[in-house]
C-alpha cells in the first residue's frame, strides 16, 4: 500500500474555494486502485467525501454533490479535490487513501489536511 500525503488545506470564508491535492509520499499512485478523500470534523466520526474510482467513475457523499469535484492527473500522478462554495459544516482534516469505504473504517490514516471555513 502507498502512502498518501496531502496538501493544499487553509483557512477560507464561507463560499470560498480550496483545492486539496494527494499524492504518493514514495513511489506512484496504483491506478489500478481507486483513490477517495475523507475527512474528520472536530467531535465527529471520520466520514467519506469523494472517490474517483478504478473506472474513472466518481462518487460523492450527498452534503457535498454540486460542490466538490474529484479528479485524476495520471501525469502528475495526483488526485485533486476541488472544493467550491465551502461552507461552515466543511471544517474538517482531510485525508486521501487508495481504499474506498462509505464507512471509512480504516486503521491507519496519514496526516491530513486542514481545511477551516470561517469568516
Known amino acids: 500500500q502507498v502512502q498518501l500525503v496531502e496538501s493544499g488545506g487553509g483557512l477560507v470564508q464561507p463560499g470560498g474555494s480550496l483545492k486539496l491535492s494527494c499524492a504518493a509520499a514514495?513511489?506512484?499512485?496504483?491506478?489500478?486502485?481507486?483513490v477517495a478523500w475523507y475527512r474528520q470534523a472536530p467531535g465527529k466520526q471520520r466520514e467519506w467525501v469523494a472517490v474517483?474510482?478504478?473506472?474513472?467513475?466518481?462518487y460523492y457523499t450527498d452534503s457535498v454533490k454540486g460542490r466538490f469535484t474529484i479528479s485524476r492527473d495520471n501525469a502528475k500522478n495526483t488526485v485533486f479535490l476541488q472544493m467550491n462554495s465551502l461552507k461552515p459544516e466543511d471544517t474538517a482534516v482531510y485525508y486521501c487513501?487508495?481504499?474506498?469505504?462509505?464507512?471509512?473504517?480504516?486503521?491507519?490514516w496519514g496526516q491530513g489536511t486542514q481545511v477551516t471555513v470561517s469568516s
Open positions: 514514495s513511489g506512484s499512485i496504483v491506478m489500478s486502485n481507486p
Open positions: 487513501k487508495d481504499q474506498w469505504s462509505r464507512t471509512a473504517n480504516f486503521d491507519s
Open positions: 474517483f474510482t478504478s473506472g474513472g467513475n466518481t
